[in-house]
Every structure is written in C-alpha cells, then in structure tokens.
C-alpha cells in the first residue's frame, strides 16, 4: 500500500460562458496538457490510470469514458467514468493510489453547459420517476424550498445570503478564470429578479464551459516530480436519498458525514481550528452557509452572521471561497469540485495572484452534486 498521495499536476482552461469555437475534446486536450507539463510526465508513457467525472444525460452518450482516452493520452490505459461529481473522482483516484495498484493517476472533469439546450429538463429527470417527476418540478423550485426551511430553522436572513453573492461575485473580480465577477451591493442583490421564493436569480450560479485535469502521484513519484506535493490529508463523501419525501429539508446532514469521514482519515478533531480556509458548494448562495455548518467550520446558524460580518472575506479570519465559488467561476457540472479543488491547490502552493492567502498550510473542499441529490464529496488538503 502507499501511505500517502499527493497533486502533483494541476491544467485547467478558462471557465467560459459559452465556447462556440471549441468542442469538449478540445476543452479536455488544453487542459491536459497544461497538467502534465506541471507534473513533468508523459501520459503515454508515465501515467497508469485515468478517471473521468461525466453524467451520461449531459454528455448524450453513454458508457462517457470510451469518449476521452484519445484526448487524455490514454490510448490502451485503464479508463473509467465516475458518475459523480469532481471530488468523488478524486476520492477513486486516491483509492486506487493508496491500494497500491498505480502510483500515477490522472483525474479529468469538463462542463460543455452551452450545447445542452435542454439542461433545465435533463437535470429534472434525476427527480423521482414515479413520486417527483409527473408533478413537473423545476430544479430551482426544490431548491427554493430547502432555503426557505432553511432560513426558519436557523433565522439567516435573505440580507446575510446576498452577502454571499456580493462576497463570491466580488472574489471573481480577482481570478481571471472566472467570467461572473461584478462589484454588487446588498440591496442588488435582494432587488433582482425573482426565481423560487425566497431565491432569486442572483443566488443562482450560471453555467460555464471548461475543463480540469490534476494528475496524483504517490508519495514515492511524488518527491521525484516536484518540490511543491499538496497532500491528500482525508477525502470523505455520500450518496445519500434522492428522494424529496424521505430527506432532512434546511440543513445538510449527508454533508456533515462526509466532513466527518474526512476529518477521521486526516486527525482532524476541531476543523476550525486546523483548517485555514475553504472552497464549498455556492451553486445556490444559502448553500455556502449551510455547508459552512454542516462543515462544522461555525455553529447552526451562525454563518450567515460570520459572513456578514466578513469573517469569510479574503481578508477575514476564515477566508471561503476565495476564487468566487461557483456564483463567481460558474456551475461546471461534474466538473464544479474540481473547480473549488483546484483554487484550494494553487492557495497552497502559493501560486493565486492577487487574490493569494497568506501562511496558509491546510484547506478544504467540498461539493455537492445538486438538486435532487444528496450527493457530496469533501477533501482535505496541506502542503
């Protein structure tokens, strides 16, 4: 077995609103490239293995990963598709390093959101066939009923949401991957356009076009390919009920328990206090405050106070969402984890720009796949 495993090669694209000149096999090659140059390997050669995050509804075709080997290098290498977000494929890529099969993996997640014409209604289709589906429920409207629960349960305000949107959006203006940033203020924020009481459309990430490959190394290749390793200190994850009849509504408990299993393989027992900073799940604003708890990173209904507060700013006592989140970079589909895995790289390797944290050693990521699911996946990472 190998005890440790580290990132040692990180390639990604530009997150796009829409790439009209460009197919998702592009997408993928430019990322691709860029991450086995940062890791000093040669796929063909050096590479054992290789995953892919894809749902089969978005791409239109089935059986994903018979569709990247030619753009990844991985031509007669093992290949597989992990039906589930970007830090699910991390955790698989993890496994299959810490079994001691491989000691090279490389990871592969992409969002082409512009050519599906009909994502509204593919993403309603994972509703329940028999009990969801036939009451034709938008995505948004279920999501507006876990924030207004939410909000009762904990007495966060649509004011403290907003901040989330003001902050992330904010955050963007200072990554230039990122196609969302604006400079709002709270009243903004609460007077645009409605969606799903009590969410509005400025809640909402919008989708964007890109591509994220990182290529792991065990411990061993890892100190031979680079003096900079982020290790992989704890990696969690569940998939828990779809179904909206049986489910907690207004908190995230299935996020909880992927945060604790992560934390058990990292020794963490008090994440506040070990963790420096975090990329969480903002698909939806109030979800970046209900991970924050749920994360165990503030009390029950405390995050919306510590972000208006600015705690979470850049400049805070726990920075979050430092890249802009997803409401700033946008929703990448499958490839949304790797997004926030990706900043939480580059913040520990020092390498964020202007938007760089200082003396940071340890940092989390966390993801959730999307209504209806309660599919989360949390990792745990240090330099």
Known sequence: MNDRVAITGIGWTAFLPVSPDLSYKELIYQAAVRAYADAGVDPRKDIQSFVTVAEDFHEGTSIFDEYTPDQLGAALKPVHTITGDGL?????????????????????????????????????????????????????????????????????????C??????????????PSAPYGADLTIDEVLSGPSLAWP???????????GAIV????????????????????GTGWINDTPSLESREWGSSPYVEKAARMAYQQAGIRDPLTAIDFAEVDD?????????????????AGEAG??????????????????????????????ATGLAHLLEVVLQLRGEAGPRQLEDVEIGLAQSWRGVPTTSTAVAVLSN
């Not at 907003?162 to 990554?175: C, F, G, I």
């Not at 792991?216 to 200190?233: F, G, M, Q, V, Y």
């Not at 698909?283 to 009390?299: I, M, N, P, V």
Request: net charge negative.
């Open 283 to 299: 698909s939806y604003a109030y979800r970046e405050l209900q991970s924050l708890e749920a994360l165990g990173l503030c009390d």
């Open 88 to 160: 699910h494929g991390l955790a698989t890529a993890y496994m299959l390093i810490r079994t001691g099969q491989f000691d090279l993996v490389a990871i592969e997640g992409h969002s082409k959101a512009s050519n599906i014409l009909t994502l509204p209604e593919v993403t309603a289709y994972a509703q329940d066939p028999i009990l969801n589906r036939p009451l034709h429920l938008n995505t948004h409207f279920v999501a507006g009923l876990d924030m207004n629960r939410y909000l009762y349960e904990t007495g966060t305000t649509l004011e403290q």
């Open 305 to 334: 106070a510590i972000t208006a507060e600015g705690l979470t700013e850049v400049d805070g006592e726990f920075p979050v969402n430092v890249s802009g989140g997803s409401l700033g970079m946008g929703n990448l589909l499958d």
């Open 199 to 209: 969410l509005g459309k400025r809640h909402v990430a919008r989708h964007a076009d």
């Open 162 to 175: 907003a901040a989330v949107v003001v902050k992330n959006r904010r955050n963007a203006l200072l990554n």
């Open 214 to 233: 990182m290529v792991l190394a065990s411990e061993e290749r890892a100190r031979t390919l680079t003096d900079k390793p982020i290790w992989i200190l």
